[in-house]
């Protein structure tokens, strides 16, 4: 049984709110009816690309072409076969549970709504900002490429080494994609990841409590993620949903696969070719969602623009080359939901 908190509020987060025995949502977590979501827009049954990554190893040349198609048509798949053992993806769950039960006082230590700091546990995204919060908590770790060593939380004492071991995996793995996401723009296989420059990764956990009205509010509001590619890793409860022109599609959890979305920064290296797809989280009356989401960005130091390859007299740049610090600045200081990338767009 979780205890009382005594000093719960908003912006101790929506769990210990939760915990208390909350019964209706407080009015800042109502979103206005032009955004919330809509039944007769939400398409039930179609598949999101399955991507077997198997093929890898059989047929490098299809799996690519497998995987270029899926990031041009929807800019988000899930994978499967992918090779990262499942006791990795479950330990990181045990460890981040155990880090969402510590006590608020333990967690609002880490309390900010700084990104880029090594540590932070934050409600909604930048709740002093915002008007309408988004009903979950999150923990995030921002490992840049000038840091020796990560300050990793020292409660609980588990967490450290599985979620190491995670994001070891994970990097592995976004590498792996990386590597044939370049082949399939017909490029050399590490051009991609030389464009992030010393890349960098945010490593974010949302915990998702059950939520008295589902209807009004929204775990995450429509956006696009900012940098270049995400893998994210969910349990069975659901609720992540993709856009496609009006329509939203519900990405249905398959056991120990992971979702991958292109990004902003792929979109516009690709000069379009490949999409970074808007996605939101819908909430559940009776079920807590827990997603680990891997963020595999450039490094803020480097400009991002359109590949050279891809542009011509034919083809003009559809985008403008911003530094990579300044586009993640903009996205993260400002409430925005829609989709970043169109706000570079040249017209
Ligand atoms: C994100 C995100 C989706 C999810 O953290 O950017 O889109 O399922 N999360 O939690
Ligand atoms: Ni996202």
Redesign the pocket.
């Known amino acids: 049984m979780p205890s009382f908190v005594a000093n719960a509020n908003e912006h101790t987060g929506v769990k210990a709110l939760m915990d208390n025995g909350l019964v209706t949502i407080p009015g800042c977590y109502i979103k206005p009816p032009s955004h919330r979501a809509v039944k007769h827009l939400i398409v039930p049954g179609v598949e999101i690309p399955v991507i077997d990554m198997a093929a890898l190893e059989s047929d490098r040349e299809e799996f690519v072409q497998t995987l270029c198609m899926a990031s041009s048509e929807w800019g988000i798949f899930q994978v499967i076969n992918h090779g990262i053992p499942v006791e990795t993806m479950q330990g990181m769950v045990y460890g981040v549970l155990e880090l969402f039960d510590l006590p608020i006082e333990e967690k609002m230590k880490y309390y900010t709504e700084e990104v880029f700091v090594p540590v932070r546990y934050c409600t909604s995204m930048t709740p002093s900002q915002e008007t309408h919060m988004e009903w979950?908590d999150?923990f995030q770790h921002y490992f840049s490429n000038r840091e020796k060593e990560h300050p990793w939380p020292e409660k609980p004492a588990c967490y450290k080494r599985l979620a190491s071991s995670y994001v070891s995996s994970v990097k592995h793995l976004s590498q792996t994609l990386l590597s044939a996401l370049s082949e399939g723009l017909g490029l050399d296989s590490n051009c991609l990841a030389k464009s992030f420059g010393d890349s960098e990764m945010i490593l974010?956990s949302?915990y998702?409590p059950p939520c008295p009205n589902p209807d009004l509010a929204l775990?995450?509001n429509g956006?696009t993620?900012s940098g270049g590619l995400?893998i994210?890793f969910?349990d069975q409860v659901g609720?992540?949903q993709a856009r496609k022109g009006d329509l939203w599609y519900d990405l249905k959890p398959i056991k120990n696969a992971f979702?991958v979305n292109i990004a902003d920064q792929l979109e516009i290296l690709s000069n379009g070719k490949y999409k970074s797809i808007e996605?939101?989280?819908l909430v559940q009356p009776d079920q807590t969602?827990l997603?680990i989401?891997a963020?595999c960005n450039p490094s803020r130091d480097v400009v991002i623009g359109p590949l050279p390859e891809f542009i011509d007299e034919q083809n003009p740049p559809l985008y403008r080359s911003t530094l990579y610090e300044e586009h993640i600045t903009n996205v993260y200081t400002k409430y925005l939901d829609g989709k970043h990338s169109q706000k570079l767009q040249i017209n």
């Open positions: 979950h999150h974010r949302n998702y775990g995450m956006h993620d995400t994210l969910e609720g992540l979702i996605h939101r989280v969602r997603s989401v963020f």
